[in-house]
């Protein structure tokens, strides 16, 4: 963890917390990580809405020691963004991580199925949102030498088309992390990115419009198929990528956007044409 044993806690927002998905995997690495250190956590965690699920999952972190704020909003808009952080500060003392992982998608081609509304949604959630965290809670991470860390995604490194403005989004994410680096570091705040490949998460097998479940199953099978590893990655996956960034252990990295796709961003070459393929048995 960051500075923070000066404090006896450890305090950190994670936008994007809903049971089930990478926002609540890095919540539970991050109130480990901190437990293990004999640090209180004191964790903000968010939500579009309120659920009885997500209820039960900041109660079960509360009994293993944590103290968790819960709140709900739209990232989406120009004031929640700066609203949560404000919130999160106040009720922690401080800030030693912001975790800005919570995203969404529009589905349809860019030129012809993207509206102006699907644009602005997609690009104010990942981006705008991002840089208003970091700006309301830049006075609380200098203070304390804190860490700013984006979800990203490989889809802003390899555009991904039919997604709208999720992969114009990521590429602007990830840039954004990049600025803040440069612009943070002389105050000793680090700014990095966790960028998943395919995730196993309850939006990943939910099936969509047009598709049922059994197909969405075969497509997720295909999908592990072409991996490296031959298996998607798990929410626990990029919450470690995360816990690490956050931790003393990553002190001299700042302005990286760490992949965590199962080698999938290795695999563009494979589908080249070749005389022959080597392959370990």
Known sequence: MPSSGAYGAYRALVTGSSPGGIGAAITEKLIDSALAQHLEPRITITATTL???????????????????VVTGDLGTA????????????????????VSNAG????GRLVDQTSLEDWDSVMNVH???????????YPALRDSRGSFIATT???????????????????????????????WGPVGIRANAVAPG?????????????VTEDEMQEMLAARAEVMPLRVLGQPDDVAGAVAFLASPAARFITGHNLV?????SLTANLRVPMRHQLTVE
């Open 51 to 69: 659920t009885g699920e997500l209820e039960a999952f900041a109660d079960g972190q509360r009994d293993r020691g944590a103290k968790v704020l």
């Open 79 to 98: 004031t929640f963004p700066t609203e949560v952080a404000t919130k999160a500060i106040e009720f922690a003392g401080g800030l030693d991580t912001l």
């Open 104 to 107: 969404n998608t529009r589905l």
């Open 127 to 137: 981006a705008r949102a991002a840089w208003l965290l970091a700006s309301t809670a």
């Open 153 to 183: 995604s490989t889809s802003g490194t390899s555009p991904h088309p039919g997604l709208g403005a999720y992969s114009p989004a990521k590429a602007a994410l990830i840039r954004l992390v990049e600025t803040l680096a440069l612009e």
């Open 198 to 210: 395919p995730i196993i998460t309850p939006i990943s097998q939910k099936s969509r419009p047009g």
């Open 260 to 264: 965590v796709d199962g080698g999938l």
